[in-house]
């Protein structure tokens, strides 16, 4: 019942995507602190003319291969730094938050639960008490029909 009303439940549900949006956020931001890495390559095909002297050519020959990797990172930024903390704190509050839906609820899961037990109990006892009074009635009534029991104690 507790795990059909958390995916039944919109206060859990609502908790339960905030605090997944948190976490993403955190990743994201811790993400933001590492290195960056950007690569080029590129390669220049010139046809040659096919004499071994050569020729002009505009590039730094007939084939050129371009290799350039730049590496970036933000060593001391207190920004990243304080964005990263700033998402560790919301990711906190907000499973706070969802662990708070959980509980209330499972509390109201559980009350229901045994509020239900209790109505059924009710039900059960109703049930035998009005067996046990249509015995009761069906037994006065053959005690006066034999003459045991006067007629004012059979209300009928």
Do not use: C, W
Not at 25 to 52: E, I, M, S
Not at 119 to 130: D, F, G, P
Request: hydrophobic content about 40%; aromatic content about 8%; cysteine-free.
């Amino acid at each position: 019942a507790l795990q059909r009303a958390k995916q039944y439940s919109p206060q859990y549900l609502a908790a339960a995507i905030a605090s997944a949006a948190a976490h993403e956020d955190r990743v994201q931001a811790k993400a933001a602190l590492l290195p960056t890495l950007n690569a080029f390559n590129q390669y220049t095909y010139t046809q040659g003319n096919g004499t071994p002297t050569g020729v002009f050519v505009a590039n730094n020959g007939v084939h050129v291969y371009d290799e350039q990797a730049t590496l970036h990172a933000e060593l001391f930024s207190v920004t990243r730094h304080a964005e990263y903390r700033r998402a560790m704190a919301a990711e906190a509050a907000f499973a706070a938050r969802r662990e708070i839906a959980a509980r209330g609820l499972a509390a109201t899961v559980f009350q229901n639960y045994y509020a239900v037990i209790v109505a059924q109990r009710h039900t059960e006892n109703a049930r035998r008490s009005l067996d046990e009074a249509r015995r009761f009635e069906d037994l006065t009534e053959k005690q006066e029909r034999g003459g045991e029991v006067a007629h004012a104690d059979v209300d009928s």
